[in-house]
């Protein structure tokens, strides 16, 4: 924790930068793009528990898969509507879209090495064929 604030609840771009293994500069790009939003004291950026649950949501909807964009408007959903229904049924909604399009990638992939596969068993019975000529 930094000696920005005696609140454990305010956070330095150091402090998260180191938690969560990020760049600071990403932590400023999420700021720009409207992601986070922290307080400053002069020129220092403090960051509230909820930019840090914030960030943690950011970096987790990244691995699965969320654009900025669609993880901005999960945001903006709770900012405006508190109540979790809306929501939740939005981000099913998402992540059915995800799951689809995982889906459709791993048929694409299976589909690709059975052609990697066949042309392998091709090059291999050529090799064959001509090592008995």
Same mark, same amino acid.
């Given at each position: *924790? ?7 609840? =305010?956070? =330095?771009?150091?402090?998260? =930068?180191? $938690? ?7 932590? %400023?790009?999420? $700021?720009?793009? @409207?992601?986070?939003?922290? !307080? /400053? %004291? @002069?020129? &220092? ?5 909820k +930019?840090?649950? /914030? ?5 987790? @909807?990244?691995?699965? @898969?969320?654009?900025?964009?669609? &993880?901005?408007? #999960?945001?903006? *959903?709770?900012? &405006? +509507? ?7 049924? &939005? *981000?099913?909604? #998402?992540?059915? $879209?995800k ?6 990638? *791993?048929?694409?992939? !299976? ?7 066949s ?8 090799? =064959? ?5």
């Amino acid at each position: *924790m930094s000696i920005i604030s005696n609140s454990p609840s =305010s956070y =330095s771009i150091s402090d998260l =930068s180191k $938690e969560f293994d990020i760049t600071t500069r990403s932590i %400023r790009f999420y $700021e720009d793009q @409207g992601l986070l939003k922290p !307080k /400053r %004291r @002069g020129q &220092t950026r403090v960051y509230s528990l909820k +930019d840090k649950v /914030r960030l943690k949501l950011i970096l987790r @909807g990244k691995r699965l @898969g969320f654009s900025l964009a669609e &993880t901005r408007r #999960l945001f903006e *959903m709770y900012d &405006t +509507d508190k109540s979790s229904t809306s929501q939740l049924s &939005t *981000m099913l909604d #998402l992540i059915e $879209e995800k799951k689809a399009a995982l889906q459709q990638q *791993m048929d694409d992939i !299976k589909v690709v090495l059975m052609e990697l596969n066949s042309a392998e068993q091709q090059c291999l019975a050529s090799l =064959s064929n001509d090592k008995n000529s």
